[in-house]
T-cell receptor, first 117, second 121 residues
């Protein structure tokens, strides 16, 4: 069965610090997708990134970067020079093909990040 | 970017009444929408997969007669919580699947609505 583990329940940092959120996944599929979503206090999930299992290149988007390592089944997320607005719960998710041909997401339990001024 | 709306954003109802929540994809067509439930400080739990024009597929343990799902068009799915009870109080979130195939490949991403907070008294 598919499984996503976010071992860090809560992280607290001071503004401008770098922070890495860990994500480890389990799957038997050879083709799969990994995602990161941000859920601020307002509740809406914001899509951050989607990564194909065949693409192990690291990705950088502004202060955000992602490190995908198939060998360790990890898809870690780093925020550089964190800001107070980064405070949110971050979810890592893995897609799972359904019988109907669509994909459903298996979510980790989330990591609550608090950035203090 | 892809936008998904939900209505209402919050609702308070009496025990025994039914509540309907709407999920709309505003700038794309979604053949598949998903309904999730989230308890405080917990992760999202998938309740069902809603396919346009066909019956929804429910996850194990989710009562299909309790949580009625209708996906009548490519931009609208509804979740009706029937005969709601206090234990149904939760944050309900929908997502819409944006699948786009191009000459360069395809993208397949779920975009989430802002959620509906249901409180049953």
């Amino acid at each position: 069965a598919q499984k996503v583990t976010q071992a860090q329940t809560e992280i607290s940092v001071v503004e401008k610090e770098d922070v890495t959120l860990d994500c480890v996944y389990e799957t038997r599929d050879t083709t799969y997708y990994l995602f990161w979503y941000k859920q601020p206090p307002s509740g809406e999930l914001v899509f951050l990134i989607r990564r194909n299992s065949f693409d192990e290149q690291n990705e950088i988007s502004g202060r955000y970067s992602w490190n995908f390592q198939k060998s360790t089944s990890s898809f870690n997320f780093t925020i550089t020079a964190s800001q107070v607005v980064d405070s949110a719960v971050y979810f890592c998710a893995l897609s799972e093909a359904t019988q109907g041909g669509s994909e459903k997401l298996v979510f980790g339990k989330g990591t609550k990040l608090t950035v203090n001024p | 970017g892809a936008v998904v709306s939900q209505h209402p954003s919050w609702v308070i109802c009496k025990s025994g009444t039914s509540v309907k929540i709407e999920c709309r994809s505003l700038d794309f067509q979604a053949t598949t929408m998903f309904w999730y439930r989230q308890f405080p400080k917990q992760s999202l739990m998938l309740m069902a997969t809603s396919n346009e024009g066909s019956k929804a597929t429910y996850e194990q343990g989710v009562e299909k007669d309790k949580f009625l799902i209708n996906h009548a068009s490519l931009t609208l799915s509804t979740l009706t919580v029937t005969s709601a009870h206090p234990e149904d109080s939760s944050f309900y979130i929908c997502s819409a699947r944006d699948y786009l195939r191009t000459s360069g490949g395809s993208t397949d991403t779920q975009y989430f609505g802002p959620g509906t907070r249901l409180t049953v008294l």
